[in-house]
Nanobody, 124 residues
Framework: QVQLVESGGGLVQAGGSLRLSCAASGRTFSNYAMGWFRQAPGKEREFVATISNSGGTTYHANSMKGRFTISRDNAKNTVYLQMNSLKPEDTAVYYC?????????????????WGQGTQVTVSS
């Protein structure tokens, strides 16, 4: 079992930045690929970014490339999402997820564990 706890969400003005963190516990963090997803009200959950277990491979959703960056620190059992140039359409609950494989994945159903989410609200 892996427990995931997100933090760092909040209210920010358009153009601002936030860094989300996701702290993992329970199993060997470095064995797991990690991902960030988001869900806005009335919309389906959407892929944001993913990173392999070592951190050597990352993928970001096209709409977030150049603005969002996923990273991880295996010594701290934490994955991060740096979000810059935020837009009102980035408003959503952001979830981190752990996948019991080394390889990064953009598919939500391939993840085994999920955090409770952290709200990000971007005002115009």
């Amino acid at each position: 079992q892996v427990q995931l706890v997100e933090s760092g969400g909040g209210l920010v003005q358009a153009g601002g930045s936030l860094r989300l963190s996701c702290a993992a516990s329970g199993r060997t963090f470095s064995n797991y690929a990690m991902g960030w997803f988001r869900q806005a009200p009335g919309k389906e959950r959407e892929f944001v970014a993913t990173i392999s277990n070592s951190g050597g491979t990352t993928y970001h959703a096209n709409s977030m490339k150049g603005r969002f960056t996923i990273s991880r620190d295996n010594a701290k059992n934490t994955v991060y999402l740096q979000m810059n140039s935020l837009k009102p359409e980035d408003t959503a609950v952001y979830y981190c997820a752990a996948r019991g494989e080394r390889w990064a994945s953009q598919l939500a159903h391939e993840y085994d564990y999920w955090g409770q989410g952290t709200q990000v609200t971007v005002s115009s």
